[in-house]
């Protein structure tokens, strides 16, 4: 019985734990600051690079307003990794199984969300976004404030371009991960990836 009991209880332990460190980090580490980004273009090719990222831009908003379709990931490379405080996932399947979820928990919720700012600073490669959702739940509404970091590249094909890695920040808090702190961000990557496989294990149901 003790040994069932253990069985239970770490896993438990370990993921109140790993929570309770990001939501303090979340409350006290602090803010990061707007990344510069890189040109190595004439301004006029500036702006010809902006004018075409309107559309790749408008399917992330889409993802983020919980109103995108499976159109809405086709500058998204198949190849793509994203992370944010809670998921990382790998590759456009993955990301792709995450939306019809999404709008059917609003639903379920009579919940919305709207993105109340989104404002991008454009990079030869790199795009950053400083953006603010609003969740609404019922009665109940909150907004979360976040920077989003996306890396480009060239489609094979020569046509315009796409993400190939994604970062959201909530509240501009730098992420949790292998890179910030080895054995605490190892654990917080382990619990990003076990809410990948429960959330895909949902669609998958």
Same mark, same amino acid.
């Given at each position: 019985?003790?040994?069932?009991? *253990? @069985?239970? %209880?770490?896993?438990?332990?370990?993921?109140?734990?790993? !929570?309770?460190?990001? +939501?303090? =980090?979340?409350?006290?580490?602090?803010?990061?600051?707007?990344?510069?980004?890189?040109?190595?273009?004439?301004?006029?090719?500036?702006?010809?690079?902006?004018?075409?990222?309107?559309? *790749? @831009?408008? %399917?992330?908003?889409?993802?983020?307003?919980?109103?995108? !379709?499976?159109?809405? +990931?086709? =500058?998204?490379?198949?190849?793509?990794?994203?992370?944010?405080?809670?998921?990382?996932?790998?590759?456009?399947?993955?990301?792709?199984?995450?939306?019809?979820?999404?709008?059917?928990? *609003?639903?379920?919720?009579?919940?919305?969300?709207?993105?109340?700012?989104?404002?991008?600073?454009?990079?030869?490669?790199?795009?950053?976004?400083?953006?603010?959702?609003?969740?609404?739940?019922?009665?109940?509404?909150?907004?979360?404030?976040?920077?989003?970091?996306?890396?480009?590249?060239?489609?094979?094909?020569?046509?315009?371009?796409?993400?190939?890695?994604?970062?959201?920040?909530?509240?501009?808090?730098?992420?949790?991960?292998?890179?910030?702190?080895?054995?605490?961000?190892?654990?917080?990557?382990?619990?990003?990836?076990?809410?990948?496989?429960?959330?895909?294990?949902?669609?998958?149901?």
């Amino acid at each position: 019985m003790k040994v069932v009991s *253990l @069985l239970i %209880g770490t896993p438990i332990l370990a993921y109140t734990g790993v !929570t309770s460190h990001l +939501l303090y =980090h979340l409350k006290y580490a602090p803010k990061k600051a707007l990344p510069a980004p890189n040109w190595d273009v004439s301004e006029s090719e500036r702006e010809t690079v902006v004018k075409n990222r309107e559309e *790749l @831009l408008k %399917g992330i908003q889409e993802v983020y307003a919980a109103t995108a !379709t499976l159109d809405s +990931l086709k =500058h998204v490379s198949d190849d793509v990794i994203f992370e944010d405080p809670v998921v990382k996932f790998y590759g456009k399947r993955e990301m792709s199984c995450v939306i019809p979820i999404m709008k059917k928990s *609003l639903t379920a919720s009579s919940g919305t969300q709207t993105i109340e700012k989104f404002q991008t600073v454009h990079g030869q490669n790199e795009m950053y976004v400083d953006m603010c959702v609003k969740f609404t739940l019922g009665s109940r509404s909150f907004t979360l404030p976040s920077l989003v970091s996306i890396l480009l590249r060239k489609k094979a094909t020569g046509e315009g371009e796409e993400v190939v890695h994604m970062t959201e920040e909530y509240l501009w808090k730098p992420l949790l991960n292998r890179d910030s702190s080895l054995i605490l961000g190892a654990c917080h990557a382990a619990m990003k990836r076990q809410e990948v496989l429960v959330t895909l294990t949902s669609a998958a149901g």
